[in-house]
């Protein structure tokens, strides 16, 4: 395996070319680890071993885990990945799952040892991919953490209509000119959570020691933020204060959501430190470079 030097762990992020995969191959590759790819597009990183390919492809996932120590797993589809690492010997297999097994809670914050309620296809898959993990452990020794991802915001990121992609889609809008659009009353609320704080939890997910073979973390900062604050905030940092548009709320919507950063603090040893108003203001850069605004 390309990259590193002897002794150093061998990570494998599948997904390494999408927006929270290609921040947690630059977090590695800043602790000079060895880190390969598994992606249908290049990184274009060439510090990286890139594998072409899909991770739902058996003969693929076999390629890419071969001779690794920690994958990181960042893309579509799970049961390939899982028993090609069985296969390969990895010692310990990473899960990026999301908040939304939560579902609507109805207390807050959000903690896992909560009974998680799905409200979507997209949650419940993740759900059933969690169980998958647990059972990879109980069953094949395979070390397992699942990562419960609240609200991931950053550079890179596309803006495509859930949650977490309001955020560049607020930026964009206002860079651009044009009043964002809230659903429901903006009080809706978010533990909108800066991709810094999921790469540093994926590196302690594949180093830290584990009490038992599987763990489920939230990566969240505890603290919740409405979306009008959110717009205010956005229009601050971007010089252009607009009134939102407010339109009907969407149907089947989560109204609160926050983690308990419990688990994170005190079996991964990490604490959230990253400001909601620095992360956001690199977004903003982001956004005003890539608009050429």
């Not at 799970?78 to 809670?105: I, K, Q, T």
């Not at 009490?211 to 939230?218: I, K, M, P, T």
Request: glycine fraction near 12%; charged fraction near 20%; charge should be positive.
């Amino acid at each position: 395996m390309s990259g590193g030097e002897p002794g150093l762990m061998r990570w494998l992020v599948t997904g390494g070319a999408g927006f929270i995969g290609s921040h947690v191959v630059a977090g590695l590759l800043l602790r000079g680890e060895a880190v390969r790819v598994l992606d249908l597009r290049p990184t274009g990183n060439p510090a990286c071993e890139f594998v072409p390919g899909d991770a739902r492809d058996a003969a693929v996932a076999g390629r890419a885990c071969a001779g690794v120590d920690v994958v990181l797993h960042h893309a579509p589809g799970l049961s390939a990945m899982l028993g090609a690492a069985v296969r390969a010997g990895v010692r310990r297999f990473v899960f990026a799952s999301s908040c939304a097994v939560y579902g609507n809670p109805d207390r807050l914050p959000c903690d896992e040892r909560r009974a998680p309620n799905p409200l979507s296809r997209y949650a419940a898959d993740k759900l059933s991919d969690e169980f998958r993990c647990r059972r990879a452990a109980e069953r094949d020794a395979l070390e397992t953490v699942v990562l419960r991802y609240f609200n991931v915001f950053g550079p890179r990121q596309i803006a495509n209509g859930d949650y977490a992609a309001v955020v560049p889609g607020f930026v964009r809008a206002l860079l651009a000119g044009r009043r964002p659009v809230l659903h429901g009353d903006g009080g809706q609320t978010r533990d909108f959570t800066p991709v810094a704080l999921v790469v540093r939890a994926n590196v302690a997910a594949g180093t830290a020691a584990l009490a038992g073979r599987h763990l489920v973390s939230n990566v969240g900062t505890g603290k919740p933020t409405t979306l009008r604050e959110l717009v205010a905030l956005a229009g601050r940092l971007t010089g252009r204060v607009l009134e939102p548009v407010f339109a009907p709320e969407r149907p089947g919507g989560i109204r609160h959501s926050v983690a308990s950063t419990e688990v994170l603090r005190e079996k991964l040893g990490v604490v959230p430190a990253e400001p909601f108003e620095g992360a956001l203001a690199e977004l903003v850069a982001w956004c005003r470079a890539e608009a050429g605004a």
